[in-house]
């Protein structure tokens, strides 16, 4: 009875829900499916995505057992996030791409059929880490 008490006080404190979506956002990493040489075999297609291209085989070389994850937030939304990791996980870079052209700059630019085929790739990342928190969260302590 004392040990079940404790164990909700600690899933109900503020600190267990931080610590809880942290290590689902560090399994997120371990669970995404390695598509590196898909990822640059689908920018390769087209020159306007040379800058793109280069970005990602540049870390490819330099992270050999890294991984790129491609990140959608809405089915909606007319961007995608490239996430770049190490072979621990950590992020080392991001870059945001579109297929509209009257976005802001801060958004590398690509064609349509590039944009269609890296959003098929593309994983909505808090969709994912609810799923996995929720999986833990019993678990976690």
Do not use: C, W
């Amino acid at each position: 009875m004392f040990l079940e008490k404790t164990i909700q006080e600690i899933q109900r404190s503020p600190g267990h829900e931080k610590e809880v979506e942290k290590i689902a956002r560090r399994r997120l990493f371990f669970d995404l499916p390695n598509r590196n040489k898909e990822i640059l075999a689908t920018v390769q297609n087209d020159h306007r995505n040379k800058k793109l291209q280069d970005s990602i085989q540049k870390h490819l070389e330099e992270y050999e057992r890294g991984k790129i994850g491609i990140e959608r937030k809405s089915d909606e939304e007319k961007a995608l996030y490239v996430h770049m990791y190490n072979e621990r996980g950590e992020e080392l870079d991001s870059l945001n791409i579109t297929s509209e052209r009257d976005s802001t700059m801060s958004f590398q630019e690509t064609d349509t059929e590039t944009f269609k085929k890296l959003h098929l790739l593309s994983i909505n990342y808090e969709e994912e880490v609810a799923k996995i928190a929720q999986d833990i969260s019993p678990k976690a302590i």
